[in-house]
């Protein structure tokens, strides 16, 4: 099983990007893909997360109105639309398949992150 993570990159407070997970290996369709963050000196933390069959959304309270998560079937990738990027935003971002959950440990596979700079 592989999460590749992509889309990562500087951008100016304000800004946008949007991050990609393409997933192979198995089926992913009873799994939920989620989207965990992790800055210089703090510990990893939930973002957002999409049920692969059903589409539904779940977000941290930090990122809410501002990311959007989904998911293209035929391409089996889950995207991470991030707008109104704040300073605070800056960290690596992980890719992640398992039982939705707020939780890295409901987690079970995971992808190498990618990391996304916002200046101020």
């Known amino acids: 099983v592989q999460l590749q993570a992509s889309g990562g990159g500087l951008v100016q407070a304000g800004g946008s990007l949007r991050l990609s997970c393409a997933a192979s290996?198995?089926?992913?369709?009873?799994?939920?893909m989620g989207w965990f963050r992790q800055a210089p000196g703090k510990e990893r933390e939930f973002v957002a997360a999409i049920r692969w069959s059903v589409g539904s959304t779940y977000y941290a309270d930090s990122v809410k109105g501002r990311f959007i998560i989904s998911r293209d079937n035929a391409k089996n990738t889950v995207y991470l639309q991030m707008n109104s990027l704040k300073p605070e935003d800056t960290a690596v971002y992980y890719c992640t398949a398992g039982t939705i959950s707020t939780l890295e440990r409901r987690y079970d596979y995971w992808g190498l992150g990618t990391l996304v700079t916002v200046s101020s």
């Open positions: 290996g198995r089926t992913f369709s009873s799994y939920g």
